[in-house]
């Protein structure tokens, strides 16, 4: 669902995903099952998502285009 966005959101910022796992306190793997869209998010996750790549849930879900 958010997986392609998640991956080019960490590609631009050059983060590695161990980096980004470690910010949301998750498991590498599990971010990894989030950017391959094997797993969804839950909401507190999806939120802190959207507070540490500084755009929307609704961009984060392909909701809208703009951040």
Do not use: W
Not at 12 to 25: A, I
């Amino acid at each position: 669902m958010c997986g392609q966005r998640l991956k080019e959101l960490r590609i631009e910022r050059n983060l590695t995903q161990k980096q980004v796992s470690e910010y949301l306190h998750i498991n590498p793997v599990t971010y990894l099952h989030y950017e391959k869209d094997q797993r969804e998010p839950p909401l507190r996750v999806l939120a802190d998502m959207a507070i540490f790549f500084d755009v929307s849930a609704d961009y984060l879900l392909g909701l809208t285009d703009e951040y």
